[in-house]
């Protein structure tokens, strides 16, 4: 059977011998901490957290990036301070990182709801103030009644005889809506070609035509 070598005790305090080292002891002594994985995850979700959270549209995934980010963060804090792994700096830095990332993304929540979104509901006419703008256009050679708006709030114009397009302007900040545009013609004897559409933030959403009438709907938000 096989020992570990036996090295020259150092001497102790007091003139007492110390204990002798064996080579596996000087081994694991000398050997570098493995690497915190968990931590490094961690953090790299909390840097990624924090950078959509400025992005518009996307800036709900902050919330699940910043949230699984700070879990590895503590996972990995917890193993480096039991000595399982190293990169203990990187750990606490990883759980500040995740955690400066969900404040933000609670404090830019915040501001939108009650500082930065504005009145809810879709507006007719536009307001000059809110974030979404829609444009509802209509071109008919021999004139059209014009309904518009969403299903709960409508307007009523008359486009003129022209193949210039009729405009009718709203805007909303948030919420769901679903816009409608309806244009008849005024005199059902006569053949008039009617083409609508609906744009939300210069964006074509919706578009139609037809002889007598023409009906488009488009859902937004």
């Avoid at 110390?18 to 931590?39: D, F, K, M, S, Y």
């Avoid at 039991?82 to 929540?109: S, Y």
């Avoid at 809110?130 to 059209?144: E, N, Y």
């Avoid at 809506?177 to 059902?188: E, G, I, P, V």
Wanted: with cysteine.
């Amino acid at each position: 059977m096989m020992t570990d070598p036996q090295y020259p005790p150092a001497t102790a305090r007091h003139g007492r011998p110390a204990p002798p080292v064996t080579a596996t002891e000087r081994r694991q002594a000398n050997a570098r901490p493995a690497r915190n994985i968990l931590a490094i995850v961690g953090l790299l979700l909390g840097v990624a957290a924090l950078a959509v959270t400025f992005v518009p549209d996307v800036e709900f995934v902050a919330w699940p990036l910043g949230g699984i980010g700070l879990v590895l963060a503590v996972a990995g804090l917890v193993q480096a301070k039991k000595g399982a792994v190293g990169d203990r700096g990187v750990a606490i830095t990883a759980t500040g990182v995740t955690a400066a990332a969900l404040l933000t993304a609670g404090g830019m929540l915040l501001y939108s709801t009650f500082f930065g979104g504005g009145e809810s509901g879709l507006h007719l006419p536009a307001v000059a103030t809110d974030k979404h703008t829609v444009t509802f256009q209509v071109t008919s050679a021999g004139g059209a009644t014009v309904r518009f708006g969403s299903l709960n709030d409508q307007r009523t114009e008359n486009a003129p005889a022209s193949t210039d397009a009729w405009q009718g302007q709203a805007s909303y900040n948030n919420g769901s809506y679903l816009l409608t545009l309806t244009a008849d013609t005024r005199n059902a004897t006569v053949s008039n070609e009617i083409r609508c559409a609906i744009l939300v933030d210069g964006k074509k959403v919706a578009e139609n035509s037809g002889t007598t009438i023409a009906l488009c709907t488009a859902n937004v938000g």
